[in-house]
T-cell receptor
Framework: GNSVTQMEGPVTLSEEAFLTINCTYTATGYPSLFWYVQYPGEGLQLLLK?????DKGSNKGFEATYRKETTSFHLEKGSVQVSDSAVYFC??????????FGSGTQLTVLP | DTAVSQTPKYLVTQMGNDKSIKCEQNLGHDTMYWYKQDSKKFLKIMFS???????INETVPNRFSPKSPDKAHLNLHINSLELGDSAVYFC?????????????FGPGTRLTVL
């Protein structure tokens, strides 16, 4: 079946630091890949997505590239802000047309 | 003009009770979902539903049942609540059930079973 493995948190960074959250997946066929963000006390929001190999999704300074050869979709941001503190979820949608989520990575950015 | 709304936001109840959580979406989407998020933030799909098909995650106990009075609503009924049902429950919707489609999430309902 499908699965998503995310780097375990929590991750604590200083403001303006570089962020990488690793995500790898196992799936049959050609899944779509997503990053969702959950701010404290809220539901999940789509951050970015990529639907085919070598696509790069980007939004709000975050980006991730769909790498089929390494089955990865790592999230990066060049300079994080305090307002980026949240839980980040990598997810895939495959032939079952349902989202499979990773375990989530808690990010805390300190001023 | 909330896209996906859930009520109540908090629900505290005793073991053995029956309760419902309501979900409504005003996006005109065809497909709705229920997820359970445990205390470690792990998210698990419980159901996906459109007007043609209900897909149930086989690990979900049959005490949980979705009810859809119309396309804009998917309510979650839970019978004989157990301590292990304590979690945050999220409703979501998407335009279709395709694998490209973004899902829009509600704010969540925190269920506490005492």
């Amino acid at each position: 079946g499908n699965s998503v493995t995310q780097m375990e948190g929590p991750v604590t960074l200083s403001e303006e630091a570089f962020l990488t959250i690793n995500c790898t997946y196992t799936a049959t066929g050609y899944p779509s890949l997503f990053w969702y963000v959950q701010y404290p006390g809220e539901g999940l929001q789509l951050l970015l997505k990529a639907t085919k190999a070598d696509d790069k999704g980007s939004n709000k300074g975050f980006e991730a590239t769909y790498r089929k050869e390494t089955t990865s979709f790592h999230l990066e941001k060049g300079s994080v802000q305090v307002s980026d503190s949240a839980v980040y979820f990598c997810a895939l949608s495959g032939s079952a047309r349902q989202l499979t989520f990773g375990s989530g990575t808690q990010l805390t950015v300190l001023p | 003009d909330t896209a996906v709304s859930q009520t109540p936001k908090y629900l505290v109840t005793q073991m053995g009770n029956d309760k419902s959580i309501k979900c409504e979406q005003n996006l005109g989407h065809d497909t709705m979902y229920w997820y359970k998020q445990d205390s470690k933030k792990f998210l698990k799909i419980m159901f996906s539903y459109n007007n043609k098909e209900l897909i149930i995650n086989e690990t979900v106990p049959n005490r949980f049942s979705p009810k859809s009075p119309d396309k804009a609503h998917l309510n979650l009924h839970i019978n004989s609540l157990e301590l292990g049902d304590s979690a945050v429950y999220f409703c979501a919707s998407s335009l279709r059930q395709g694998n490209f489609d973004e899902q829009f999430f509600g704010p969540g309902t925190r269920l506490t079973v005492l």
